[in-house]
């Protein structure tokens, strides 16, 4: 499926958007599928319709999917192609972008989208502890441009060039980006970076479990090329599915995130966890405790 073909049909399936009077209006999303994970799904979407932290929650189940024509089709693209690999994390954690952009597409410019992993059962830090604008208002703090998409999430302080010990077992030359780095060529070119690759290699990872965006037309655009490349087939390549694809277009455009080693979290073997980022709790008890995460670069510069 070429990608300006998918630009057209999320142009053709845009739907109203919905009023929200505040500007800090903070609307969130996340998907399950699985009787655990749909069990948690809802606590998450219960602690986020507290008073004080969102104003509206949108929780998306497999069937609601793939009842949109345009998850359908690509879902179809990616089973011809792979056959029963397509299923591999849902799909390559391609409903991850779809449905924030979908989310996007029905709140007003200047709005706030909030995604969260469910995170997977036997994790001791679940659902949403605290009221979210105190990161809504430090994060939209951070810039006024147009061109600002908000916190897209968190660059790790692990170099994209880092072999994962964990994926070891199964893939023996994998770094953050592939799962055999002779194919991180491959990848780059369809992310548009193929000349790129010892910049791309330097850039930190952008770990992408809970996420913030402000609807604007920059935003829309970067979600919807993360989900073009996302349900290519060549996924199946990379070693962090959506991740991959995510951290490439921050390099590609420069687009800044919330740096791990801003947080007060301590370092082990000198690094941050990135398991102790991946519940957004983490950064609500940072700013509580008088931290200002920083925002940095994708190569580490600090821009705040």
């Known amino acids: 499926m070429a990608a300006e073909n998918i630009v057209i049909i999320f142009a053709a399936l845009s739907l109203s958007p919905v009023a929200c009077g505040d500007p800090l209006h903070v609307h969130f999303v996340n998907y399950a599928t699985g009787r655990a994970y749909e069990e948690r799904q809802s606590k998450w979407l219960a602690s986020a319709l507290v008073p004080g932290r969102c104003q509206t929650a949108h929780g998306w189940s497999r069937s609601e999917l793939l009842k949109d024509p345009l998850f359908f089709e690509a879902r179809q693209v ?34 706030w989208v909030l995604y969260s992993d469910v995170v997977r059962p036997g994790y001791s830090d679940t659902f949403i502890k605290d009221s979210v604008l105190p990161l809504v208002r430090h994060v939209s703090n951070f810039s ?30 994998n770094n953050m980006l592939a799962r055999n780095t002779s194919d991180l060529p491959r990848i780059l070119k369809l992310a548009g970076l193929q000349p790129e690759q010892l910049a791309v290699e330097r850039a930190y990872h952008l770990q992408a479990s809970w996420s913030l965006w402000r609807k ?44 791990s080693r801003s947080f007060g979290l301590p370092q082990r073997g000198g690094h941050v966890d990135p398991n102790a980022l991946k519940t957004i709790n983490t950064a609500l008890s940072a700013l509580s405790s008088g931290q200002r995460p920083a925002f940095i670069s994708p190569h580490g510069k600090t821009l705040w």
Do not use: C
């Not at 792979?82 to 996007?104: C, H, M, Q, V």
């Not at 692990?158 to 994962?164: H, K």
């Not at 935003?219 to 991740?243: C, G, H, K, Y």
């Open 78 to 111: 990616m089973v011809r192609a792979l056959g029963t690999n397509a299923d591999y994390r849902s799909g390559y954690f391609a409903w991850k972008p779809f449905i924030i952009l979908r989310e996007l597409e029905h709140v007003q410019n200047g709005a």
């Open 144 to 173: 006024r441009r147009d061109d600002f998409v908000g916190a897209p999430g968190v660059f790790l302080d692990y170099q994209n060039s880092y072999s994962q010990p964990w994926f070891k077992t199964r893939w023996p030359n």
């Open 216 to 259: 604007s037309e920059a935003s829309m655009r970067l979600v919807r090329e993360w989900f073009n490349l996302t349900i290519s087939p060549d996924s199946s390549l990379t070693a962090n599915s959506d991740q991959t694809w995510l951290t490439l277009l921050a390099v590609k455009y420069d687009v800044p995130a919330l740096w």
